[in-house]
């Protein structure tokens, strides 16, 4: 199975918060638990430099609180750096549900849940993730205001699934330019890997451009769906990392290049959705580069979500949110260039940016 998870038998060995890795300096994790609904959360709030910390919840069923708590704080990062590349005024958070979303969401935990987001009066705002809905956004908006996402018919910006694959695209066809010198991607050879609520615009635009898709998901149902719906292949094999293709697009969960699929990837390109694609990410980011392997950073490229929920937030209209989007392509390609010319990784190069950001408005405030 995939998750954004890594070592989680080593964890324990480490102090429990602060000591991890994926603690990376966050200003506040609150852990939420309400025994009448089976509520179990924990939100991370890593950074509100730029402003408050906005980040989805993600309702997942752990196999344990370690993985669950590293999970949380390796999203929440990831939320500070997405924003402040993006260049919105937000900062980075996230929170994580432990269950199953299938099983043991009920409109009493989420709002819950919202009770808890409420308490903290603004710091920490929550949109969609992995086992989310809409409607969940809405449940939640009963009891907080601090939630985006909601319906359209209620204020909100709807689904930002769609958004997010069309940015996730136009960063393909960045790197697509950088690593073929054409962004035309008719005829590449493109494995989608998870063909959920993101997944599924990525093929749909892939499929406009006469690419030549492959799609992979543990859905049978989703897998014959898409099918039928765009007439792409599934994957029959074992082993989608060891095969020849163009463009690798993670659009599962995260971690996906590790230590084992490192040496097995023939690909030229990863571009994808998923949050926190390496591992490791200044091991597996390096090794990808050692390979000439192009890596479009996840954080960066599927920011059209975000994007889509902040227009709640500050009013701007459609146009707008398309224009920020399809930006991604041009910032892909810089940051490409930037890691080439400066001879890092292509993450690197977007953190550094990211983090300059960050210091520049720390600097400002302090004056
Ligand atoms: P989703 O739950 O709708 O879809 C995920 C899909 O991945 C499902 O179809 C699931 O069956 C499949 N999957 C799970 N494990 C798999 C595995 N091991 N192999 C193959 N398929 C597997 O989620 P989504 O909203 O489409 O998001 C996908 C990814 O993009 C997530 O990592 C999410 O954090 C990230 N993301 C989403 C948004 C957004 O706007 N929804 C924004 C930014 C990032």
Redesign the pocket.
């Given at each position: 199975?995939?998750t954004d998870v890594i070592n989680t038998n080593e964890l324990h060995k480490v102090d429990p918060v602060f000591g991890q890795l994926s603690f990376d300096n966050h200003e506040q994790v609150v852990f939420c638990n309400d025994k009448d609904t089976g509520l179990k959360a924990i939100i991370g709030i890593h950074n509100t430099v730029l402003g408050p910390a906005l980040g989805?919840t993600?309702m997942w069923n752990y196999t344990n609180e370690w993985e669950a708590l590293n999970d949380v704080l390796r999203l929440s990062r990831g939320m500070t750096y997405k924003s402040a590349i993006t260049g919105l005024n937000l900062g980075g958070g996230k929170a994580v549900l432990i269950g199953d979303a299938k099983t043991q969401k009920t409109p009493e935990l989420m709002r819950k849940f919202g009770e808890f987001v409420h308490s903290l009066s603004g710091k920490y705002i929550t949109a969609?993730?992995?086992?989310m809905t809409t409607a969940d956004m809405d449940t939640v908006r009963e009891v907080t205001p601090y939630v985006t996402g909601i319906s359209e018919s209620i204020g909100g910006s709807g689904n930002?699934?769609p958004?997010?694959g069309y940015g996730v695209f136009m960063g393909m066809k960045a790197a697509a330019k950088f690593r073929f010198g054409t962004d035309v991607l008719e005829d590449k050879v493109v494995f989608v890997?998870?063909?959920?609520?993101?997944?599924e615009t990525v093929v749909e635009h892939l499929v406009n451009e006469g690419a030549k898709v492959t799609i992979?998901?543990?859905?049978q149902e989703?897998l014959e769906e898409v099918k039928k719906k765009y007439g792409v292949s599934i994957y029959e094999g074992n082993d989608l990392y060891s095969e020849e293709m163009d463009i690798y697009a993670p659009?599962?969960?995260?971690a996906t290049i590790n230590d084992d699929t490192i040496n097995k990837f023939k690909t030229k390109v990863i571009a994808g959705?998923?949050?926190n694609q390496l591992a490791v990410e200044a091991v597996h980011g390096k090794l990808l580069q050692d390979k000439g392997i192009v890596y479009a950073p996840d954080f960066l490229i599927?920011a059209?979500?975000?994007i889509n929920v902040y227009a709640e937030l500050e009013g701007y209209d459609r146009k707008e949110i398309m224009r920020k989007t399809e930006n991604i392509y041009n910032t892909t390609l810089e940051i490409l260039n930037n890691a080439k010319a400066n001879n890092i990784t292509a993450n690197q190069a977007a953190l550094n940016i990211a983090q300059n950001r960050i210091d520049a408005r720390k600097a400002e405030n302090k004056r």
């Open positions: 199975m995939v989805g993600r969609e993730d992995v086992g930002p699934s958004i997010t890997q998870g063909i959920g609520n993101v997944g992979t998901d543990i859905n989703r659009c599962a969960l995260g959705a998923a949050n599927n059209g979500g975000i």
